[in-house]
């Protein structure tokens, strides 16, 4: 059983997808062109924000809203320790620190009961990683950022359609970064990302610092980037974006035979917020035995993930941090113990249940 497999979801969609590229071809407009402004007017549409800025990638997403807020060298910005790297490349990448606040031991996400303990006098941001496909607790983020005057930014690389109290991930603070790398929940055929904002001088803003500074061709007010969504990604997302909510719901289903099914006393299975819609970018499982597990999964020709192994204090290129063993232990035990199991749109249902059979007989004193 292959962890992730696309090639159902893509054969459905084939036709439409090979339509919509002929279409880019046949325009001879290939950059910031239609297809690019017609999927921000869907995509915004889609997450109940007034604006959508396509740009290269999620990591860019999110280096352009911190750059288009002013964030810079001196600053520091609030990041969960369990994310994956790009969160905190951003934040390196306008000069800030990012400074590690651990998550909740139940949704994995950054614990907001932790957050005003690392407030200094030179935060300006929290940035709440939706990991997984289940938004942050935002409400009690949002108030916390209010009291101390900083930005709050989504990453929402990994929960695109999830729900937070009936509304969108993507809307939920000042500005978005989403990713829409070919596994996420939409993903484009290669690199590809937004900003999503209700923020009118930001939007503006990261619309010229996406190409080049400038917003009237050869007159530059910002030394900008190239990071633009091209017209072939944006034509192929605007395909997959109709498909969102049926994957997202089949990403539920199959989701719920796991929880229904599997029953272990050494597993611990995903939480989901009240009042939340969890789109189940992955699901994972928590356990003791997480190495032996994989490995016994693995015997039973069955592939599983690791999101992620090394949390960001504990990489090379991160030793600069210091970061002592302990020092996270939220995040370094989660690292230790999670697994992620294979989960996306029509995985086979029986292999699911004969999945969840098999980790029910893990450790039980059944032979495998
Ligand atoms: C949580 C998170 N943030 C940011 C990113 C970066 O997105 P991209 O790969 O499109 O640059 C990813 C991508 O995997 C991610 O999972």
Request: hydrophobic share 35%; charged share 25%; glycine share 6%.
């Amino acid at each position: 059983m292959k962890f992730l497999d696309m090639s159902i979801m893509h054969d459905n969609i084939k036709l439409e997808i090979m339509k919509a590229i002929e279409k880019v071809y046949d325009s001879n407009w290939y950059v910031l062109g239609n297809e690019v402004s017609e999927f921000e007017k869907e995509f915004a549409t889609y997450c109940g924000v007034k604006h959508c800025i396509g740009v290269g990638n999620g990591l860019e997403a999110l280096h352009l809203i911190l750059k288009g807020y002013d964030i810079g060298k001196g600053d520091e910005v609030i990041i969960p320790s369990n994310t994956y790297i790009a969160t905190a490349l951003a934040v390196n990448y306008v000069g800030a620190t990012p400074i590690f606040v651990e998550p909740n031991e139940r949704t994995y996400n950054i614990n907001h009961n932790l957050i005003e303990d690392s407030i200094t006098s030179k935060t300006k941001a929290i940035i709440a990683v939706h990991l997984y496909g289940q938004t942050c607790d935002m409400n009690p983020i949002n108030e916390i950022a209010k009291m101390y005057n900083l930005k709050v930014i989504e990453d929402n690389a990994q929960s695109q359609g999830a729900l937070y109290r009936g509304r969108k991930s993507g809307s939920l603070s000042d500005a978005a970064g989403i990713s829409f790398y070919p596994g996420k929940n939409i993903g484009a055929l290669g690199d590809a990302g937004a900003v999503t904002t209700n923020d009118d001088e930001l939007a503006n803003k990261i619309r010229s610092l996406r190409n080049y500074g400038s917003s009237i061709k050869y007159f530059n007010e910002y030394k900008g980037y190239n990071s633009r969504l091209d017209e072939l990604q944006a034509a192929i997302l605007r395909v997959k974006l109709k498909y969102l909510d049926e994957w997202n719901d089949y990403r539920n289903m199959i989701a719920n035979i796991y929880l229904e099914n599997i029953k272990n006393k050494d597993v611990i299975v995903p939480y989901t917020l009240e009042n939340c819609k969890h789109v189940y970018h992955q699901f994972v499982i928590k356990t003791r035995y997480r190495d032996e597990l994989q490995k016994y999964l693995k015997y039973n020709n069955i592939d599983t993930m690791i999101h992620y192994p090394v949390p960001i204090h504990k990489q090379k290129s991160y030793q600069e941090l210091n970061y002592l063993k302990g020092k996270l232990p939220i995040a370094e035990n989660i690292s230790e113990q999670i697994l992620s199991l294979p989960i996306y749109p029509y995985i086979s249902k029986e292999e699911v249940y004969k999945l969840s059979n098999l980790i029910n007989k893990f450790r039980s004193g059944i032979n495998w």
